[in-house]
T-cell receptor, first 117, second 111 residues
Framework: NAGVTQTPKFQVLKTGQSMTLQCAQD?????MYWYRQDPGMGLRLIYY???????DKGEVPNGYNVSRLNKREFSLRLESAAPSQTSVYFC????????????????FGPGTRLTVL | QKEVEQNSGPLSVPEGAIASLNCTYS??????FFWYRQYSGKSPELIMF????GDKEDGRFTAQLNKASQYVSLLIRDSQPSDSATYLC???????????FGQGTRLTINP
C-alpha cells in the first residue's frame, strides 16, 4: 500500500504558466482533499471531494480548479500561476462518504513544493 | 480572531518532562478535534482525535477537551527528542470533514 501519492515533488513555474498537480490514493477512500501550507499559516483547504463525482470549494479556492477523475485520483490545476501561489501543496484522503463523519481520519501525501517566479 | 489558534512557539522542553500544547477555537459548533504531528519537510500525521469533554489517553499522549472553554490541549509525557516537531491542532464542524487547522506549535525536546 503506497497510501497517498503526489506528483511532482518539486516544481518551479513562471508567472502565468499552468500546471496540474496529481494525487492518487490506494486505500479505497471516498473523500479527497487539497490543502496548501504557507509558513506560519497552518494548512488551508483549497478544494475537497466528498465522493466520486462531487467537488466543493474550501477556504482558499481562488486561482485553482480540481477534477475528481475517479475514486482514486484527484487533481489540482493552476490555470495561470501567480507568485502568491508559491506554497507546499498536500493532498489527503479519508474514508468518509460525506454527511456526519466527525472522527474521520485524513491521511496526507508527501506534498508538492511549488515555486512561482 | 482566527478560527483555531495555537501558540506558534517555539516551545522548548527538557527530555523526560511533560510537554503541554494548547489550542483554542472560536466556533461553538465544532464537534471533533484532531492533533497532527509534522516533522520538518514531511507531511502531517495523525496522533489522536477527541470529541467528548474530558481526557483521552493513548500511550504517552493525552488529549484534553473543554467545550465550555473552547479549549483543547495535548500533553506529551516523558518527552523524547524524537517528539521534536510541529504540532497542528485541527477542528471539524462535521459534515464532509472540513478541517480547520491552527498555525501549529513548534516543539523542541532538549536532551
Amino acid at each position: 500500500n503506497a497510501g497517498v501519492t503526489q506528483t511532482p515533488k518539486f516544481q518551479v513555474l513562471k508567472t502565468g504558466q499552468s500546471m496540474t498537480l496529481q494525487c492518487a490514493q490506494d486505500m479505497n477512500h471516498n473523500s479527497m482533499y487539497w490543502y496548501r501550507q504557507d509558513p506560519g499559516m497552518g494548512l488551508r483547504l483549497i478544494y475537497y471531494s466528498a465522493s466520486e463525482g462531487t467537488t466543493d470549494k474550501g477556504e482558499v479556492p481562488n486561482g485553482y480548479n480540481v477534477s475528481r477523475l475517479n475514486k482514486r485520483e484527484f487533481s489540482l490545476r493552476l490555470e495561470s500561476a501567480a507568485p502568491s501561489q508559491t506554497s507546499v501543496y498536500f493532498c489527503a484522503s479519508s474514508e468518509a462518504r460525506g454527511g456526519r463523519a466527525s472522527t474521520d481520519t485524513q491521511y496526507f501525501g508527501p506534498g508538492t513544493r511549488l515555486t512561482v517566479l | 480572531q482566527k478560527e483555531v489558534e495555537q501558540n506558534s512557539g517555539p516551545l522548548s522542553v527538557p527530555e523526560g518532562a511533560i510537554a503541554s500544547l494548547n489550542c483554542t477555537y472560536s466556533d461553538r459548533g465544532s464537534q471533533s478535534f484532531f492533533w497532527y504531528r509534522q516533522y520538518s519537510g514531511k507531511s502531517p500525521e495523525l496522533i489522536m482525535f477527541i470529541y467528548s469533554n474530558g481526557d483521552k489517553e493513548d500511550g504517552r499522549f493525552t488529549a484534553q477537551l473543554n467545550k465550555a472553554s473552547q479549549y483543547v490541549s495535548l500533553l506529551i509525557r516523558d518527552s523524547q527528542p524524537s517528539d521534536s516537531a510541529t504540532y497542528l491542532c485541527a477542528v471539524a464542524r462535521g459534515g464532509a470533514q472540513k478541517l480547520v487547522f491552527g498555525q501549529g506549535t513548534r516543539l523542541t525536546i532538549n536532551p
